[in-house]
């Protein structure tokens, strides 16, 4: 198969022009020295895109087909790789970049090409210039971390053949295909711990190459308009969402967007205590999820999308606000400003109104997908016409029950059991009182029993994720002991109780205490073994060789039922006793 045969050979080809370049480029003195605002830590080869461009040019000519509607965007993505490879030996200024960049798009849009949006000419044209501008900038700025902009590429190129073929274009699935053996024989020497980087003619290359490859697509091929609008999208979520990320908090905090900085997604991910492979690997299974949600759009009906759309895009933005308030410079804030979560919490009040739309929108969602669970995806036309004229009065009343059961008068940070309950009960409230309204309006005939049943299971579900969403994410993404401060100690904590839990949880959340736990003694032996946030109950007898194998020299006490002669045999051992207490005067 041609597809198969010319991606093995641009693999080949690029694994041998990198080694290549790689050589050369240390040899002629083309290498990224570290700094500040960048993350690698040595010298490393650049021209990486060199490797990828020749491997993929050269390959497209021996098997693709060349088909016309190719040509535009690869003359364009030519003129981006020159000006990148001008970019990487002489540093010349954004703008320069930017006006070239918006001249290659409205060429692209000059000779036919255009995301087929509005069916209006001129707005599809500028809708296009936009596309292919933000998606070239946005895998720039993606290119800031060993194997990120490589991998995400390898995976858009990956879903972009399959829709292709999807769609019966055969042809035009040979292009991203020979595009991924070329970043995947590049990526071998750019997964960490890289030896090359791409630099800007590799990632100005590569990202409008898969911006014009997304256009190509056949659009007609497909009665779902939601497939139509939101494929491209999807396919390349993670650059688009890196660049907002970055664009918000630098604009936030007053420094320039082209400006560099460790303040991108992976920066983020690496402050909460992950290895920079794994962060990369999660960003690339992000990458895959959404891949795979525009593989799912387009075979489902618009009906069922439109459900699953909003609730992830609503993941999304949660995901952005909690990487928002991650800490990436050494004094806790970009410099000369602050940060989203910073800005937000100046005005309480505003995140008040977040959380009421929020919650507008949800109830509005749970009542949507209480109908398509009801009819199996397919909603009869006069169910319909009961949801249209009844969702005004749910979302009325729902919201008003919420308002006065109390539900926005929590901290979503500190959301716990009690506050899980108080929404069950504003939930069943609002639905009892909604049901009641309804089958009377109907006088019982015509609404269906069930959605009400259904609505309030899955209102609870999305308010209640919603409430409990950071800390999920934090249990999910912070490792807490690789996020330990520089300066930490490692200490011991004794009693694996109420107080040892709290204690350890203030640890955890506060890095100016300075420790870093090794785990809990207790005197009971039916603990040992057990884990509390992640931490390993020893024995009491285990204390002398903890304190030999980690170098410990303190041991924070949480409980006052430790026996004095437990305590006089650690200070027998050289051990510094600090005891927890919590005053109330």
């Known amino acids: 198969m041609l597809l198969i045969s010319g991606s093995v050979f641009a693999l080949l080809l690029s694994l041998g022009a990198t080694m290549l370049v790689r050589s050369a480029a240390h040899r002629l003195g083309m290498v990224a020295a570290p700094r500040k605002d960048r993350w690698h830590r040595k010298p490393t080869a650049m021209m990486g895109g060199v490797a990828i461009f020749f491997s993929f040019m050269l390959s497209y000519l021996l098997f693709a ?94 879903f972009l053949a399959i829709t292709f073929l999807v769609n019966g274009q055969a042809a035009e699935a040979i292009v991203p295909a020979l595009a991924g053996g070329a970043v995947l024989g590049f990526l071998f020497f750019n997964f960490n711990p890289a030896s090359i980087f791409m630099g800007d003619c590799g990632s100005m290359f590569l990202g409008f190459l898969l911006g014009g490859m997304a256009m190509q697509s056949d659009y007609g091929r497909t009665r779902n308009l939601t497939a139509v609008l939101l494929t491209p999208l999807l396919i390349l979520l993670i650059p688009i969402f890196d660049t907002c990320v970055v664009t918000l908090t630098r604009k936030l905090s007053g420094r320039p967007i082209s400006q560099g900085g460790r303040d991108h997604t992976s920066h983020r991910l690496v402050a909460l205590g992950m290895s920079e492979r794994r962060a990369v690997l999660m960003l690339y299974l992000f990458a895959t999820m959404s891949g795979a949600l525009a593989m799912l759009v387009r075979l489902l009906g618009t009906e069922v999308s439109l459900l699953l759309i909003p609730g992830f895009a609503l993941a999304i933005v949660f995901l952005g606000l909690y990487l928002g308030k991650v800490r990436v410079y050494e004094d806790g804030r970009p410099p ?43 909603m009869p036309s006069e169910q319909f016409l009961i949801f249209a004229r009844t969702l005004p009065l749910m979302l009325v009343v729902q919201m008003l029950v919420f308002l006065i059961g109390g539900v926005y008068r929590g901290l979503w940070r500190y959301t716990g059991v009690g506050d899980l309950i108080l929404i069950v009960k504003a939930v069943l409230a609002g639905g009892v009182i909604n049901a009641v309204i309804v089958f009377s309006i109907y006088q019982m005939r015509g609404p269906s029993r069930a959605v009400f049943v259904l609505n309030m299971l899955l209102l609870f579900l999305f308010v209640s994720a919603t409430r409990i969403s950071f800390r999920v994410l934090n249990a999910l993404i912070v490792d807490q002991k690789r996020r330990a401060h520089p300066d930490a100690r490692p200490v011991l904590i004794y009693g694996a109780g109420d107080g040892g839990e709290l204690l350890i949880r203030e640890i955890l959340n506060n890095r100016d205490h300075r420790y870093r736990p090794v785990g809990f003694i207790d005197d009971d032996a039916r603990k040992a073994g057990k884990i509390i946030h992640g931490f390993r109950i020893f024995s009491s007898n285990d204390v002398a060789d903890l304190i030999r194998r980690h170098e410990i020299q303190d041991v924070l006490v949480s409980s006052g039922k430790v026996s004095e002669n437990r305590l006089e045999s650690l200070r027998g051992m050289g051990i510094i006793l600090r005891r927890m207490s919590i005053r109330i005067e």
């Open 65 to 158: 087909p060349k088909l016309p509607s190719s040509w535009p965007v690869l003359l364009a993505a030519t003129l981006l790789f020159v000006t990148g490879l001008v970019d990487d030996l002489m540093q010349i200024k954004p703008y320069t970049k930017l006006v070239v960049q918006l001249v290659a798009a409205a060429g692209v849009v000059y000779m036919g090409l255009r995301l087929p949006w509005t069916h209006v000419e001129a707005v599809d044209g500028i809708i296009t210039i936009f596309w292919l501008v933000g998606i070239t900038n946005a895998l720039n700025l993606l290119d800031n971390m060993d194997g990120l902009a490589g991998g995400i590429s390898l995976i858009s190129c990956a």
């Open 336 to 378: 000369g400003g602050s940060t989203i979560i910073q800005v937000l919490a100046d005005f309480s009040h505003k995140r008040r109104v977040f959380e009421v739309l929020l919650d507008l929108l949800l109830v509005a969602l749970a009542y949507y997908g209480a109908y398509l669970l009801r009819f199996d995806a397919e």
